[in-house]
């Protein structure tokens, strides 16, 4: 046991005179917001970057519409749009649905960062890395236009909401938001 404690006493004589040091200090430069639209970034020389969040697309698709059938206002189911309280419109649906997650993420040096990283944030990135947010997009199924003051059935919610609404068939925006710290390395 003595000789351990000798061993001990010694490596730590040693080591007391080891000076210990980082790559340097770090000081902050700036935030920034990365999305789809940003391409492919890379960490500059004498920086890291703290990938701080990454934020799931929360876009919406139109994916049907159709005729929901006749309606009958009343006092207890008034017009959302007009007021009215008595008579009978035929009402048309939409609906709606979210982007997959699967369409959109973050490559880090070409490799796909999984979903469970992302609630493990942060993310410490050298100079030299790589950084992209990818997103593909969804794609509204139909077009449809809903005149002012008419009733429309959200199906999504089963809401009543009113026109004018207009939609066109055809790509809808759906990136993640990244938020990134850039800090300076300073020797």
């Not at 789809?36 to 919406?60: C, H, I, M, R």
């Not at 959302?80 to 982007?99: E, V, W, Y």
């Not at 960062?113 to 942060?122: D, E, L, Q, S, W």
């Amino acid at each position: 046991m003595r000789g351990l404690a000798w061993h001990v006493w010694i490596l730590l004589l040693v080591m007391g005179q080891v000076k210990l040091s980082g790559q340097g200090t770090l000081q902050f430069n700036k935030a920034m917001i990365l999305t789809s639209d940003s391409g492919q970034k890379t960490v500059p020389a004498n920086k890291v970057w703290k990938v701080e969040s990454y934020s799931f697309s929360q876009t919406l698709f139109y994916n049907a519409f159709g005729n929901y059938g006749n309606i009958n206002w009343s006092n207890s189911n008034q017009n959302p749009c007009t007021g009215a309280t008595s008579g009978s419109s035929t009402i048309n649906f939409f609906l709606m649905s979210s982007c997959p997650t699967l369409n959109s993420g973050l490559l880090v040096n070409g490799f796909k960062v999984h979903a469970a990283t992302y609630n493990a944030m942060p993310i410490w990135m050298p100079e030299g890395s790589s950084l992209l947010v990818y997103s593909i997009p969804c794609f509204n199924t139909v077009s449809f236009s809903v005149p002012s003051n008419t009733a429309v059935r959200d199906n999504s919610n089963g809401s009543v909401l009113c026109g004018p609404i207009n939609v066109t068939a055809g790509a809808v925006p759906n990136s993640p938001v990244v938020s990134i710290l850039e800090f300076n390395i300073i020797p």
